[in-house]
């Protein structure tokens, strides 16, 4: 079955450095992989969306890389700060508008200053 | 700004009611989605639709079914609650594009417990 795999532990980093997170999946050929945030108590909210074909993807301090190879989304905060501290989930989805959407568990992000 | 609303933030049901979690979304998107979110397993998609009167399951539909009688408003049902039904259900909708999958724009969620 399709299963999405993201960092299962939670990521402490020190504010002002790079913080790296991993999505890898199996059993999918995805059209697309998407990014969300999501802060306690609230639902996700979208980031950015990397296509099949594209290698990178950037905005503001974001990055994401995507490696259809090696079946593995990164994603990059660059100079990171305590306000980027949230749980990031990584999603794909398909060829069709009416393809379904599926999410990884999450990785929870931690800023400290 | 697209805005997608749950109609309650908290609920509790006892074992066995029916319950009705109903959202809505005011940008004339065609899909709509029902995920439910409990920890260590991430959101796992119960339903979708793709249009008015059109439902798909996602990979949990059991002990669930749907309804989307106008574009703007979908809902999910639990015909019988059950105590492992107890978690955190989100509702989103996404626009076609002609091109694949559009963002997922999410309400913010019905926490339901049931007794």
């Known amino acids: 079955s399709q299963k999405i795999e993201q960092n299962s532990e939670a990521l402490n980093i020190q504010e002002g450095k790079t913080a790296t997170l991993t999505c890898n999946y199996t059993?999918?050929?995805?059209?697309?992989l998407q990014w969300y945030r999501q802060d306690p108590g609230r639902g996700p909210v979208f980031l950015l969306l990397?296509?099949?074909?594209?290698k990178e993807k950037r905005k503001e301090r974001l990055k994401v890389t995507f490696d259809t190879t090696l079946k593995q989304s990164l994603f990059h905060i660059t100079a990171s700060q305590p306000a980027d501290s949230a749980t990031y989930l990584c999603a794909l989805g398909g060829y069709s508008s009416a393809s379904k959407i599926i999410f990884g568990s999450g990785t929870r992000l931690s800023i400290r200053p | 700004d697209v805005k997608v609303t749950q109609s309650s933030r908290y609920l509790v049901k006892r074992t066995g009611e029916k319950v009705f979690l109903e959202c809505v979304q005011d940008?004339?998107?065609?899909?709509m989605f029902w995920y439910r979110q409990d920890p260590g397993l991430g959101l796992r998609l119960i339903y979708f639709s793709y249009d008015v009167k059109m439902k798909e399951k996602g990979d949990i539909p059991e002990g669930y079914s749907v309804s989307r009688e106008k574009k703007e408003r979908f809902s999910l049902i639990l015909e019988s609650a059950s105590t492992n039904q107890t978690s955190m259900y989100l509702c989103?909708?996404?626009?076609?594009?002609?091109?694949?999958?559009?963002?997922?724009?999410f309400g913010n969620g019905t926490r339901l417990t049931v007794t």
């Open positions: 940008m004339d998107h065609e899909n």
């Open positions: 990397i296509r099949e074909n594209e």
């Open positions: 059993n999918y050929s995805p059209a697309y």
């Open positions: 989103a909708s996404s626009p076609h594009t002609g091109q694949g999958n559009s963002p997922l724009h």
